[in-house]
C-alpha cells in the first residue's frame, strides 16, 4: 500500500538521480551506467511498461516507450534519437519539487508537482511534471508514467 512518505521518498529519489548523472559526467565518470541504473532501479522498463514524455521532446520521438528512448534522453549520443543531446548531463547542481500534490491509490501513487533545476552554470528553470509510481513485488517503488512539459506562457 502507498503511502504519502513514499511519495516524498521517490520524488527526492527522483531529483537526486538527476544530479547524479550529471555529476559522473562532470566528474569524468561513466554518466552512461548511472543513467542506466536509475532507469533500473527507478523505472519499470525492466519489468513493464513505462509511459515517459520527457520535457524537450517532439515529432515521432516525443514518447519514449523503451529504455533505449529514455536513456538517450538522459544522455544523447544515439543515432536513433539524433535531437537528443542529454537532458541530465547539464549538469544539474540542485533539483527540487515544489507544489506537489497526489492521489494514493492501492500500490500506485499519481503524482503532480513542479519541478526546479539549478545548473552548474546557475541557470534554473522549472518544470510541469506528472509520476505515476507503483511500489512493484520486488518492494521498490518504481515510475511508470513520467510527462514533462514546460509550464504554458501565454
Given at each position: 500500500m502507498f503511502t504519502e512518505a513514499m511519495v516524498y521518498k521517490a520524488?527526492?529519489?527522483?531529483?537526486?538521480?538527476?544530479?547524479?548523472?550529471?555529476?559522473?559526467?562532470?566528474?569524468?565518470?561513466d554518466a552512461r551506467a548511472v543513467a542506466m541504473q536509475v532507469l533500473s532501479d527507478n523505472y519499470?522498463?525492466?519489468?513493464?511498461k513505462v509511459l515517459f514524455k520527457p520535457t524537450l521532446t517532439f515529432g515521432t520521438q516525443t514518447f519514449r516507450p523503451t529504455k533505449e528512448g529514455a536513456l538517450a534522453y538522459f544522455i544523447g549520443g544515439n543515432e536513433a534519437f539524433p535531437d537528443d543531446t542529454g537532458f541530465k548531463l547539464k549538469p544539474w547542481v540542485k533539483?527540487?519539487?515544489?507544489k506537489e500534490d497526489f492521489i494514493l491509490h492501492?500500490?500506485?501513487?499519481?503524482?503532480?508537482?513542479?519541478?526546479?533545476?539549478?545548473?552548474?552554470d546557475d541557470t534554473h528553470i522549472f518544470v510541469n511534471k506528472s509520476f505515476v509510481f507503483?511500489?512493484?513485488?520486488?518492494?521498490?517503488?518504481?515510475i511508470i508514467l513520467h510527462q514533462s512539459s514546460l509550464p504554458y506562457r501565454p
Open positions: 520524488l527526492q529519489t527522483w531529483c537526486d538521480n538527476v544530479v547524479a548523472v550529471g555529476r559522473a559526467h562532470s566528474e569524468g565518470g519499470d522498463y525492466d519489468h513493464g533539483v527540487w519539487y515544489s492501492g500500490d500506485l501513487a499519481i503524482v503532480q508537482c513542479n519541478v526546479h533545476f539549478i545548473g552548474q507503483k511500489e512493484c513485488e520486488d518492494g521498490r517503488v518504481r
